[in-house]
T-cell receptor, first 112, second 112 residues
Framework: NAGVTQTPKFRILKIGQSMTLQCAQDMNHNYMYWYRQDPGMGLKLIYYSVGAGITDKGEVPNGYNVSRSTTEDFPLRLELAAPSQTSVYFC???????????FGPGTRLTVT | DQQVKQNSPSLSVQEGRISILNCDYTNSMFDYFLWYKKYPAEGPTFLISISSIKDKNEDGRFTVFLNKSAKHLSLHIVPSQPGDSAVYFCAASAAAGNKLTFGGGTRVLVKP
């Protein structure tokens, strides 16, 4: 089992550019999540999904979009990159209420 | 409004001694609490969890205590080992969606 995989590991974007952060899991989890971690801070939830075709906003969704067409994949889209989106992005998956979440290794994004 | 707080940003402890990490929360709807460990440039790794119906959960060297009336939980690591040096995050969730709210983290340094 690869667990939760994320690509790319690092990316530098110019202001206004767009990109998609990829996330895949092979544990057949229905629940998937995107978090961001700013320096010295805890993780904050951007978007989550409780199953294919179902997504919902988390605490900090502005500037991001998601889709969930399959159980395995949960890409995060940044449409117009801004310096405030410089952060480390973590994808996670889990079995739902009362269960832990498994995290990917993260994508470090810098917007300049 | 920080719903989950870790008031100690760092902790230094001698190898073999006990490490005690603390976490406070404000949302009385939280019913599941978790501790994650994070090494640099890696995703968080699940350590231990506790449901709100319990006040203690043990797993090897790690014990989590929950005091619901005080809205406080703690993680005890006994004995501490150099490999325990990492950032530890407390997280909490309320039932729907199992969305995690994280504290800001405590950096633990275990000295040989």
């Amino acid at each position: 089992n690869a667990g939760v995989t994320q690509t790319p590991k690092f990316r530098i974007l110019k202001i206004g550019q767009s990109m998609t952060l990829q996330c895949a899991q092979d544990m057949n989890h229905n629940y998937m999540y995107w978090y961001r971690q700013d320096p010295g801070m805890g993780l904050k939830l951007i978007y989550y999904s409780v199953g294919a075709g179902i997504t919902d906003k988390g605490e900090v969704p502005n500037g991001y979009n998601v889709s969930r067409s399959t159980t395995e994949d949960f890409p995060l889209r940044l449409e117009l990159a801004a310096p405030s989106q410089t952060s480390v992005y973590f994808c996670a998956s889990g079995e739902g209420t009362g269960y832990e979440q498994y995290f990917g290794p993260g994508t470090r994004l810098t917007v300049t | 409004d920080q719903q989950v707080k870790q008031n100690s940003p760092s902790l230094s402890v001698q190898e073999g001694r006990i490490s005690i990490l603390n976490c406070d929360y404000t949302n009385s709807m939280f019913d599941y609490f978790l501790w994650y460990k994070k090494y640099p440039a890696e995703g968080p790794t699940f350590l231990i969890s506790i449901s709100s119906i319990k006040d203690k959960n043990e797993d090897g060297r790690f014990t989590v205590f929950l005091n619901k009336s005080a809205k406080h939980l703690s993680l005890h690591i006994v004995p501490s080992q150099p490999g325990d040096s990492a950032v530890y995050f407390c997280a909490a969730s309320a039932a729907a969606g199992n969305k995690l709210t994280f504290g800001g983290g405590t950096r633990v340094l275990v000295k040989p």
